[in-house]
């Protein structure tokens, strides 16, 4: 199923007056079906968080149609190919600029139309004066700790003129010293709109993990361990903590690997914690990880930036030992080319765009939707793959849910 943007129901709440942001409570429905989880996770605060973000983002993304000349260029039916040639823009930049585009389609302020060689577009009307400073202070009024990823979103769209001229690099000015300080901010359990991610993989994970066995976990692109912190409160919570015997948590930025050292060792002195780099997109063995050997391979928002998917989870599934788990928490898109606002971040970085794509499974760079990931875990060899929370089930009355959590076991045969 498509994503046709001018169609939703909450449309109209979210853009159609520019200086009036209203949500409606969120539908009873979504909080039966989200019963397995924490209920101060999946609040109404983090409801309401969730529909500002995207109100926030397209705003961000009208106020940039105009700092890129867009605007003039729309008059006729154009792709967004055609846009970066017409503006000399990068080439890689018409990720960022088809986002920008499906954004100002889903406001009603643009169309789309397919033909055989493009997606084109085209402005039907005037656009508005963005006002994200009355945005921002209802944000923080929502939450405080919003501020993280309000201030993450301003920083990269002041960002896109540059990369998209190329006068800079998203990698470098994202992930340098202006930048890094924000990553941090963001990525904490204290910011919500990204914590459920962490939640909502650790759940399964721990789920996963209620064997009487003892306990080998491998974590894949840990950061600076927030996801690492939240699964090890629930296997406390949960017992599971005295039969684990090893956790290996992994990260190839040397400086977040040593944030997670130092944070989980002084929470946890007494546990087998381990740290070390690897590069999911170079074979795993090669890395010092050995097959066969782990009960769960644990994941927060990293497989969906491998350059090749399937190379990755196969990886990980080797890992594994029999019947054990492959479970990685994930930003899923609900449909089919829906714009969704964390990608007003990560798409002006060249490790979400440079990654190869796959009619089946993966498109486009960035996120995928729910059966995109059931096709990859199926062709990677894992058995039971599915996705949780059903998002397939959700997004029907709530489009803007991001976050799942998606699992497979290992069947195969020990070697």
């Known amino acids: 199923m498509k994503f046709v943007g001018r169609q939703s129901e909450f449309v109209n709440a979210l853009v159609l007056d520019a ?44 106020d940039l149609s105009r700092q890129l000349n867009l605007v003039d260029q729309l008059g006729e039916w154009r792709s967004a190919d055609e ?29 789309a139309r397919n033909n055989e060689e493009a997606r084109c577009y085209h402005l039907r009307h005037a656009l508005w004066q963005p006002d994200l400073k009355a945005l921002r202070a209802i944000g ?50 204290d910011n919500l709109t990204y914590a ?43 017992g599971l903590l005295p039969r684990l015997e090893r956790y290996l948590i992994t990260e190839p930025n040397a400086y977040f690997r040593r944030c997670s050292q130092r944070k989980l060792t002084a929470q946890y002195p007494n546990l087998p914690l381990e740290w070390a780099p690897l590069d999911v997109d170079s074979p795993w063995n090669s890395q010092g990880i050995p097959s066969g050997e782990f009960d769960i391979v644990y994941a927060v928002n990293v497989m969906h930036i491998s350059k090749d998917l399937l190379f990755s989870l196969r990886e990980a599934r080797m890992a594994l030992a029999p019947d054990s788990w492959l479970v990685i928490g994930e930003c899923v898109r609900p449909y089919d080319n829906q714009p969704i606002y964390p990608e007003l971040m990560f798409q002006i970085l060249n490790s979400f765009t440079d990654v190869q794509t796959d009619p089946e499974i993966r498109p486009n760079p960035g996120f995928l939707t729910a059966e995109q990931w059931r096709r990859a875990f199926w062709r990677a060899g894992f058995s039971h793959a599915s996705v ?7 997004r029907e009355i709530y489009p803007h849910f991001f976050t799942a959590a998606i699992s497979g076991q290992n069947t195969a045969t020990a070697k």
């Open 19 to 62: 200086h009036k942001f209203e949500t409606r409570p969120s539908d009873p429905r979504l909080a039966e079906w989200l019963q397995r989880f924490p209920p101060a996770v999946f609040s109404e605060r983090l409801y309401q968080s969730i529909e500002l973000m995207e109100r926030y983002s397209i705003e961000l993304a009208v």
């Open 83 to 111: 846009l970066c040639r017409m503006l000399s823009f990068q080439p890689r930049f018409k990720f960022a600029l088809r986002w920008i585009l499906e954004r100002l389609v889903e406001s009603g302020c643009a169309e």
């Open 140 to 189: 923080l009024s929502i939450d405080p700790a919003n501020a993280a990823t309000l201030d993450l979103l301003d920083h990269a769209a002041i960002l896109y003129a540059p990369v998209a001229n190329g006068q800079q690099s998203g990698d470098h000015n994202l992930l340098g010293p202006q930048g890094v300080p924000l990553w941090l901010n963001y990525f904490h359990n």
């Open 196 to 238: 459920v991610n962490n939640w909502v993989g650790a759940v399964l994970a721990a789920d996963h993990l209620s064997t009487p066995r003892t306990l080998r976990i491998l974590e894949v692109g840990a950061g600076t361990g927030s996801a690492s912190e939240i699964l090890l409160q629930l296997m406390s919570e949960r």
């Open 388 to 394: 949780t929370p059903d998002i397939d089930r959700i």
